[in-house]
């Protein structure tokens, strides 16, 4: 947008650089005795006579809406800017938490894992103290059963 208006513009300075101007310098003698002066520029083009002062009140307008928009444009940018620093700083807060509750629930998880770890061990370990006395038992009667 901004480079169609200053395209828009240098053209409208070339136009008015190829005219033909011509300065008109006018006194008045007020009723007081002092003489005011009065300058005015008029450009001559081919088939027109065109006024530089309102040509230059075009091109003040013409900056003036430039720079409104510019402004405009870095108002936009800044709260573009503004929303995506917001998410991202969201978005790392959630993603820490999100890594916090994990880490939370692998040592539940681990725990777990460890605690059935060491039933299955002590399990085991009744399991073959039952198996090791029905073992002695056993040799005990096969022992009797063999002296007699």
């Known amino acids: 947008m901004k480079k169609n208006i200053l ?4 053209i409208a300075t070339l ?10 310098t006018e006194k008045v003698e007020n009723p007081d005795g002092s003489v005011t002066t009065t300058t005015t520029t008029v450009s001559e083009n ?4 065109v006024d530089t002062s309102k040509i230059n009140q075009a091109k003040e307008n013409a900056q003036t809406k430039i720079d409104e928009a510019g402004n405009k444009i870095d108002i936009a940018a800044q ?3 503004d929303q995506i620093d917001e998410t991202a ?3 790392k807060t959630d993603l820490h938490k999100a890594g916090q509750d994990i880490k939370t629930e692998a040592n539940k998880v681990g725990k777990d894992i460890k605690q059935g770890a060491q039933d299955v061990g002590q399990d085991a370990k009744e399991a073959a103290k039952k198996g090791a006395s029905k073992v002695e038992e056993a040799a005990k ?8």
């Open 7 to 10: 395209s828009a513009f240098m």
């Open 15 to 24: 136009v008015v650089s190829c005219t033909k101007s011509t300065t008109k």
């Open 46 to 49: 081919g088939l027109a006579v």
């Open 79 to 81: 709260k573009a800017k």
């Open 89 to 91: 700083d969201k978005t």
């Open 141 to 148: 009667k096969l022992k009797e059963d063999l002296s007699k």
